[in-house]
């Protein structure tokens, strides 16, 4: 729930973040803590990066957490990558395949950060310890700020992690 104003500010504040990053991990750590700082219902953020059937943690402003590693098709962040969706759980204890990080938690969203060509390269999470947090236009935001961070895997040629994985494969 989220003002365009607020998008707008957000989004600049990205594009200025983008300018001093070297790297795909040090752009999506900025990505994050601005996320966290600019929009206050959000308890904890970060980003999985897809490396083969896992969803390995990134970046994240918030708890530690115990998921470091999700399988695709567990949870909310699994199931957006198996359905290949966005999701907004508007009450996580509504949902069965809910991951719990803390036992504050009510709503999370998960959106897909999408390659050129439309495969997921990982995905933005975000909690909050407010029911019904999240709606269409933190989707739009969250859509924006992935598309900005996959243009950034793009010019620097992604993870050295996930290519290193890949090529075991």
Not at 54 to 77: A, F, K, S
Not at 81 to 89: A, D, H, K, L, R
């Amino acid at each position: 729930m989220i003002s365009p104003d607020d998008t707008t500010r957000i989004l600049m504040r990205v594009e200025h973040a983008m300018g001093s990053c070297a790297s795909v991990e040090e752009a999506a750590g900025a990505f994050m803590r601005i996320l966290a700082s600019e929009i206050p219902c959000i308890s904890w953020v970060g980003v999985y990066w897809l490396v083969g059937k896992e969803l390995n943690l990134g970046p994240y402003d918030g708890l530690p957490t115990d998921h470091t590693l999700i399988h695709v098709g567990d949870g909310v962040c699994g199931t957006a990558v198996s359905e290949g969706t966005n999701q907004i759980v508007r009450d996580v204890r509504e949902r069965e395949n809910y991951l719990a990080c803390t036992e504050d938690v009510r709503s999370e969203i998960v959106v897909l950060i999408r390659d050129s060509f439309g495969g997921v390269l990982g995905l933005i999470d975000a909690d909050s310890d407010e029911v019904g947090a999240f709606d269409h236009s933190d989707v739009m935001l969250l859509e924006a700020v992935a598309g900005k961070l996959a243009a950034f895997f793009r010019r620097k040629g992604g993870l050295a992690e996930k290519e290193e994985a890949e090529t075991e494969d």
